[in-house]
Antibody, heavy 115, light 110 residues
């Protein structure tokens, strides 16, 4: 059974940092592009970042460039999102997704940026 | 404002056929595959259609996708109450060097 389990979401003050993790199992993680997608409360889906199988290519949405860093550890079947200089508008549920066409999704982890 | 344009809402009655449109440009839909996701209330998105018109295993053939030029469509036939959800289209945008989603369409089954 394929599982993606996100963790690390929390309440953080503006300007703060947070590291999200996504533990994968049930599929060949090392062969899959991986992605972070977020959803602000009551809003639609927004792609945040993705990373190639070997980590050699990374792409980010403009609003997080220079503040967020996506990374992965294929030995641990894990995906990460380091988030710095957090803003109120980063408040959202963060999903990790992978597999062909993003066929696999986690349950999401809530990040709240507020003072 | 989303790069891909979807109608905010649509509705239908059980058994009916509904379509959801997704309009883009040559830098996204016009040159790349389109994906469709279904998000039931309070749950994570689920892949419905990949590569414009392919269904993952387990997705009923009531769901179908198509693309023409810079627009794509998701059709749902034999509408059922459990189809009530938000639907999103997505694709890669060459100009932005990133993935883009449509704003989402809320489907109500009357």
């Amino acid at each position: 059974e394929v599982q993606l389990v996100e963790s690390g979401g929390a309440l953080v003050q503006p300007g703060g940092s947070l590291r999200l993790s996504c533990a994968a199992s049930g599929f060949t993680f090392s062969s899959s592009w991986m992605t972070w997608v977020r959803q602000a409360p009551g809003k639609g889906l927004e792609w945040v970042a993705n990373i190639k199988q070997d980590g050699s290519e990374k792409y980010y949405v403009d609003s997080v460039k220079g503040r967020f860093t996506i990374s992965r550890d294929n030995a641990k079947n894990s995906l990460y999102l380091q988030m710095n200089s957090l803003r109120a508008e980063d408040t959202a549920v963060y999903y990790c997704a992978g597999g062909s066409g993003w066929g696999y999704w986690g349950q999401g982890t809530l990040v709240t940026v507020s003072s | 404002q989303s790069v891909l344009t979807q109608p905010p809402s649509t509705s239908g009655t059980p058994g009916q056929r509904v379509t959801i449109s997704c309009s883009g440009s040559s830098s996204n839909i016009g040159g790349n595959s389109v994906y469709w996701y279904q998000q039931l209330p309070g749950t994570a998105p689920k892949l419905l259609i990949y590569r414009d018109n392919q269904r993952p295993s387990g997705v009923p053939d009531r769901f179908s996708g198509s693309k023409s030029g810079t627009s794509a469509s998701l059709a749902i036939s034999g509408l059922r109450s459990e189809d009530e959800a938000d639907y999103y289209c997505a694709t890669w945008d060459d100009s932005l060097s990133g993935w883009v989603f449509g704003g989402g369409t809320k489907l109500t089954v009357l």
